[in-house]
């Protein structure tokens, strides 16, 4: 009996082994809940990512793939503006996973966006230890060291992250901008230079203007800034840059009429009023330019201009 018992046996077993074969087969076939989740951010649909990946489906993840479900869940609310809820699951998925490049990367960007700067910091600096030559990381300490006034840190950081992303002309414009602040014009120029021959535009051509202007080339900086206006009638920095620049020139006519030009673009602009009050004053407008200079006094939200006019109004006559 035994004997004639033992093929059977052998044969249920196979078909058991062939059965959860099958099944395993199936499931691998089938989309995961993370597959699902990326499907869903692909096609922008972030509030059914966040209602997939519940606290309940996270747990279910696997090891492998909890920090991606984290990550996930962080940047579609991030997309749907809910900054708590994004740097919760940021947070989580960093307690979990402490050397996750990824999640420590938005995590310090969130925070740095953010302004937290302090906060963002040894996030970025844990990045480094895992991965030195980590240009999102390095990136995101060069932004808050210039935000904070270390221009020697800054550069070095932006100098690290352009070794890999040095096709990114935003990144050679804030580098251009550290450089100009630390006085160093001549390779402000360049890093200018380099951003516009990648993808000319307004921003490259104000900080190759600003760099010209330090360097004494007066006439080529205002060309340069003619240039970056053509490229962007409507950017207001440009065109306060422009009359200061022409005022500081002693050129009065043309810094009043670019005074306008910023009017124009914002009534109550506190420079734009101040230029204009200070060029329609040196040349013996008095009452013109008190009524600018009072306006531009009364700009609560520009104390060193509005603190500029008031001097000047308690020498008018």
Not at 24 to 52: H, I, K
Not at 229 to 246: I, N, T, V
Not at 293 to 308: D, S, T
Request: glycine fraction near 8%; hydrophobic fraction near 45%; proline fraction near 4%.
């Amino acid at each position: 009996m035994a004997a004639r018992g033992e093929p059977v046996r052998r044969a249920a077993w196979l078909l058991a082994a062939a059965l959860a074969a099958g099944c395993a087969g199936m499931r691998r076939g089938m989309p995961t809940t993370l597959d699902s989740a990326r499907s869903l951010f692909e096609a922008g649909r972030y509030a059914d990512v966040r209602a997939l990946l519940s606290d309940r489906e996270l747990q279910e993840l696997s090891d492998r793939d909890v920090p991606r479900g984290y990550e996930l869940l962080g940047m579609s609310q991030e997309r749907l503006g809910l900054s708590d809820g994004a740097l919760k699951a940021y947070q989580v998925g960093v307690a979990l996973h402490p050397k996750d490049v990824n999640l420590l990367t938005h995590l310090g960007n969130l925070l740095h966006n953010g302004g937290l700067d302090a906060h963002a910091r040894p996030y970025y600096e844990r990045i480094l230890k895992l991965s030195p030559e980590n240009a999102a990381a390095h990136l995101g300490l060069a932004e808050v060291d210039h935000r904070l006034g270390f221009l020697d840190r800054a550069a070095a950081h932006y100098e690290t992250a352009l070794k890999e992303w040095n096709d990114q002309p935003r990144l050679w414009v804030d580098y251009a901008r550290v450089l100009h602040d630390m006085r160093r014009y001549a390779d402000a120029l360049e890093a200018a230079g380099k951003a516009a021959s990648i993808a000319d535009g307004p921003a490259a051509r104000g900080v190759r203007a600003s760099a010209l202007w330090g360097l004494g080339r007066r006439v080529e900086a205002l060309q340069e800034l003619d240039a970056a206006q053509r490229l962007d009638p409507s950017q207001l920095p440009l065109a306060q840059q422009r009359a200061l620049w022409l005022l500081e020139a002693g050129e009065l006519e043309r810094a009043n009429a670019a005074a306008v030009l910023v009017l124009n673009l914002s009534a109550d602009d506190p420079l734009g009023l101040w230029v204009r009050g200070a060029s329609l004053l040196r040349r013996g407008r008095v009452q013109e330019a008190r009524r600018d200079l009072e306006r531009a006094a009364a700009q609560k939200a520009a104390p060193f201009v509005a603190a500029a006019a008031h001097g000047m109004l308690e020498e008018l006559p």
